[in-house]
């Protein structure tokens, strides 16, 4: 019977200062069978700091298949489990995403303790409206699949929302730059509710520069002015619905040789010429 069930607890963590854990996130902690941890280093830390003793497993992406299912037998036993990430709330760019899904189609209760939310907590900081705003998570590796993606929003008039991590961060903004222009207005967020916590308020253009000299450290939350009105797609986006192969066909009909054109493709999509020469001769 459900009610033979346990509960999925959803328990939501500090994204910096501890200060910050709910009264309730630590009951629960310390009364659950098992607690399902992104990374069960970094949430030990936390646990020994509260002097809570529990059964930790690891839950992230690489395993969330199999200990999903490992998750779900438990919950169906009428144990009860709470789901951790790294910091903030699971299920948010967390793979707690599919285990939330997979308890609600098996009939298990899942409910929220709710608490640090870095996307959240960066907006309100970032001077920008907060009335209609859009949480994009992060933006893929690849240059194409990126630059896809912000084209897709370029023209939302909401306030968007980004996770970035530092090593990616100059590409990313970027690319921002290109895609929305310099003028859009930025905010980046580090080191959120830290004693060093740095919100910088400027635009694409401004942030280019700045980490043009400045090495970026630590966790980034991008808060980015949405679009003021619709603006007509740029002429370097004249492909976007094209495949490889007929990107290629278009510059060829125009003159090129097909050397020439694989590379003008390659150019404009921002991958290697190798991959477009690939997708033209496997058509």
């Given amino acids: 019977?459900?009610?033979?069930?346990?509960?999925?607890?959803?328990?939501a963590t500090p994204i910096g200062n501890l200060g910050d854990v709910?009264?309730?996130?630590?009951?629960?902690?310390g009364s659950v069978d098992l607690i399902a941890a992104e990374d069960t280093r970094r949430t030990l830390q936390l646990l020994n700091h509260f002097g809570i003793t529990k059964a930790l497993t690891s839950y992230h992406e690489h395993n969330k298949k199999a200990k999903g299912e490992y998750i779900l037998k438990l919950l169906k036993e009428g144990k009860n489990v709470a789901q951790v990430s790294d910091a903030g709330t699971p299920a948010i760019s967390d793979p707690g995403e599919d285990l939330v899904r997979l308890c609600i189609e098996n009939g298990i209760t899942v409910t929220s303790v709710p608490g640090p939310v870095a996307g959240?907590?960066?907006?309100?900081?970032?001077?920008?409206?907060?009335?209609?705003?859009?949480?994009?998570?992060?933006?893929?590796?690849?240059?194409?699949?990126?630059?896809?993606?912000?084209?897709?929003?370029?023209?939302?008039?909401?306030?968007?929302i980004f996770?970035?991590?530092?090593?990616?961060?100059?590409?990313?903004?970027?690319?921002?730059?290109?895609?929305?222009?310099?003028?859009r207005r930025i905010a980046l967020a580090r080191e959120l509710t830290k004693v060093h916590e740095e919100i910088i308020r400027t635009t694409l253009d401004g942030?280019?520069?700045?980490?043009?000299?400045?090495?970026?450290?630590?966790?980034?939350?991008?808060?980015?002015e949405g679009a003021r009105e619709a603006q007509p797609e740029p002429e370097e986006c004249f492909w976007?619905?094209?495949?490889?192969?007929?990107?290629?066909?278009?510059?060829?009909?125009?003159?090129?040789?097909?050397?020439?054109?694989?590379?003008?493709?390659?150019?404009?999509?921002?991958?290697?010429?190798?991959?477009?020469?690939?997708?033209?001769?496997?058509?």
């Fill in 1 to 11: 019977m459900a009610d033979e069930n346990g509960i999925l607890y959803l328990c």
């Fill in 22 to 29: 709910s009264k309730r996130c630590i009951e629960i902690l």
């Fill in 120 to 160: 959240i907590t960066a907006l309100v900081l970032s001077g920008l409206p907060t009335g209609r705003y859009a949480f994009e998570g992060f933006l893929s590796v690849n240059k194409r699949h990126r630059r896809e993606h912000l084209q897709s929003v370029r023209n939302d008039t909401h306030t968007l």
């Fill in 163 to 183: 996770y970035e991590a530092p090593h990616k961060l100059r590409t990313t903004l970027e690319d921002m730059r290109q895609v929305l222009g310099g003028e």
């Fill in 207 to 224: 942030a280019v520069e700045y980490y043009s000299g400045k090495a970026p450290r630590g966790e980034y939350v991008l808060v980015i």
């Fill in 240 to 283: 976007s619905g094209m495949s490889a192969a007929e990107h290629v066909e278009h510059y060829i009909s125009r003159g090129m040789d097909q050397k020439e054109a694989v590379k003008a493709a390659a150019a404009d999509r921002g991958v290697p010429k190798r991959e477009v020469y690939n997708e033209y001769h496997n058509r």
